[in-house]
């Protein structure tokens, strides 16, 4: 089994944020995870990439136990993630920002780094390589030398992404990653998140925006209250009478 979870649970004091979910992620594909506010799916997230620990419950990955690893040992696994919102170094260039990404593979240390060593150099060189690439993988290569604090929000949006990919995952959680943006540029994202999937990253997303969820992802999770309410292709989803009536209040066309 390529990512799982098992009767993965988080409480916070008496409130249940994820309540004993079974998810499978497959591998290659798009995975998304729908619900209503509230209905525990950043906690799902923060309970996978290691942010937060479990109050029970397991999570799995390529059949190893990664449940009370440390998040920097679950991203060294091949685990990246974006958050809600990408707090970037605004004063900093797109390319130093996306640099960092890369140095969980690299040895260098902080003795290195002082007497600029010919390792460090080199790792340098390979983490301004590994930036470009991926920055030229999101379209990003025209703002790599502009400061992060001037781009467009849909630049950022990008940027999120082009910092998980600069740790060379084999997945990705994407937490809403075309929040704030239009249609057109929401298509652009879209459209991106494929090209993961092509290149054989694993895709894992939270969105709110039902169409897209709906053209893009292979298979769905459906949240409410913490608990898994549905799982299935979109088709399954959209005609899921649970669903309909948790989450999509009688319009599934929504
Ligand atoms: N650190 C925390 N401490 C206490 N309660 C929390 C914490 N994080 C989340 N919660 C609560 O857990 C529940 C699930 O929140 P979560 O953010 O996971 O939902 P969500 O589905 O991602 O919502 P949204 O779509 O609004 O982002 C909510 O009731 C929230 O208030």
Do not use: W
């Amino acid at each position: 089994m390529f990512l799982e979870t098992k009767q993965l649970t988080k409480q916070f004091g008496g409130l249940v944020a994820v309540n004993q979910v079974d998810f499978s992620i497959e591998k290659g594909k798009i995975n998304a995870i729908i619900g209503p506010n509230g209905a525990g799916k950043s906690t799902f997230f923060n309970l996978i990439s290691g942010t937060h620990s479990p109050s029970s419950g397991q999570v799995l990955y390529n059949d190893k136990d990664i449940t009370k690893l440390p998040p920097n040992k679950i991203a060294e696994l091949g685990v990246a993630r974006t958050f809600q919102t990408t707090n970037l170094f605004e004063q900093s260039t797109v390319i130093d920002n996306v640099i960092v990404g890369h140095r969980l593979r690299t040895n260098s240390t902080l003795f290195d780094a002082i007497l600029r060593t010919k390792r460090y150099k080199r790792e340098e060189q390979r983490c301004r390589d590994k930036a470009m690439e991926v920055l030229e993988f999101v379209g990003l290569t025209q703002v790599a030398d502009q400061l992060a604090g001037s781009i467009t929000q849909e630049e950022k949006k990008r940027v999120a992404f082009a910092l998980a990919l600069a740790t060379d995952p084999e997945v990705v959680f994407l937490d809403e990653p075309a929040a704030g943006i239009n249609p057109e540029e929401t298509e652009g994202l879209a459209e991106l998140m494929n090209k993961m999937a092509a290149r054989g990253i694993t895709v894992c997303l939270i969105e709110h925006k039902m169409k897209m969820i709906m053209k893009l992802a292979d298979h769905i999770m459906v949240l409410n209250y913490g608990e898994k309410i549905a799982e299935g292709t979109a088709e399954e989803i959209m005609s899921n009478q649970a669903v309909i009536e948790a989450y999509l209040g009688g319009d599934a066309s929504a």
